[in-house]
């Protein structure tokens, strides 16, 4: 008999919420960290969602909508899910990783994939956006709703040339406006659009 999608990757969610107690064997746990590692060194970012009563069945929705938006939606146990980000450097804040926990994996396009969750969220009181992890930049809920409203890449890096070459006394009203975190998200974005650029095209230079 198959193993089903919550057991294979170590669903660990308590009917009330959080992290069941239930053991599982140090084998396994090996196992879920080398599975979550190989998720996240597969990612251009981490969208992680609280689905505190969803229950698995209610998974499955927002499962598909993950995969139209280029991604993978996988419920962690946090212990482990932490123990993987440090193994492949990153320093993930412990607060994004307590009560149920579920992870998106962005293969392709952060900002795709957060206006799919972000939707979800809105349609399902059950769903609930913790943060995301996005190149060396962690991301509040507020930021992940930012990064829901971006333009495509290219789009963005006209806005940012644009706002680099404006009098700086128009650069400084834009900072200290409500659209500076908006900035700092496209900022993070496209450092790491960038660094994904960077290496695909180191091998074909070798």
Same mark, same amino acid.
């Given at each position: 008999? $198959?193993?089903?999608k919550? #057991?294979? #990757?170590?669903?660990?969610?308590?009917?009330?919420g959080g992290e069941s107690?239930?053991?599982?064997?140090? &084998?396994?746990?090996e196992e879920?960290?080398?599975?979550?590692?190989?998720?996240?060194?597969?990612?251009?970012?981490?969208?992680?969602?609280?689905?505190?009563?969803?229950?698995?069945? @209610?998974m499955?929705?927002?499962r598909?909508?993950?995969r139209?938006?280029?991604?993978?939606?996988?419920v962690?146990?946090?212990?482990?899910?932490l123990?993987?980000l440090?193994?492949?450097?990153?320093q993930?804040p412990?607060?994004?990783f307590?009560?149920?926990t =579920?992870?998106? #994996?962005?293969?392709?396009d952060p $900002?795709?994939?957060?206006k799919?969750?972000a939707?979800?969220a809105?349609?399902? &009181?059950?769903?609930k956006?913790?943060?995301?992890?996005? @190149?060396?930049?962690a991301?509040g $809920?507020k930021?992940?709703?930012?990064l829901?409203?971006l333009? $495509?890449l290219?789009?963005i890096?006209?806005?940012?040339?644009?706002?680099?070459?404006?009098?700086?006394?128009?650069?400084?009203?834009v900072? =200290?406006?409500?659209?500076?975190?908006?900035?700092n998200v496209?900022?993070?974005?496209?450092?790491q659009?960038g660094a994904?650029?960077? @290496? =695909?095209e180191?091998?074909?230079?070798?």
């Amino acid at each position: 008999m $198959p193993r089903s999608k919550d #057991f294979l #990757f170590g669903s660990t969610s308590s009917p009330e919420g959080g992290e069941s107690k239930l053991a599982i064997t140090r &084998e396994r746990k090996e196992e879920l960290v080398k599975t979550y590692t190989e998720l996240i060194r597969k990612s251009q970012g981490l969208i992680l969602i609280e689905y505190r009563g969803l229950g698995m069945k @209610g998974m499955d929705p927002l499962r598909r909508k993950v995969r139209e938006a280029s991604g993978e939606l996988h419920v962690v146990k946090n212990t482990l899910a932490l123990r993987a980000l440090k193994e492949t450097g990153f320093q993930a804040p412990e607060g994004l990783f307590t009560e149920t926990t =579920a992870v998106a #994996f962005a293969f392709s396009d952060p $900002p795709m994939l957060a206006k799919a969750l972000a939707a979800a969220a809105k349609d399902s &009181e059950f769903v609930k956006i913790k943060g995301a992890l996005l @190149g060396a930049a962690a991301l509040g $809920p507020k930021e992940v709703e930012a990064l829901a409203e971006l333009p $495509p890449l290219p789009v963005i890096r006209g806005q940012l040339l644009g706002m680099l070459s404006a009098p700086a006394s128009r650069l400084v009203g834009v900072m =200290a406006s409500g659209v500076r975190q908006v900035v700092n998200v496209v900022k993070a974005y496209a450092d790491q659009a960038g660094a994904a650029e960077t @290496g =695909a095209e180191a091998p074909a230079a070798a």
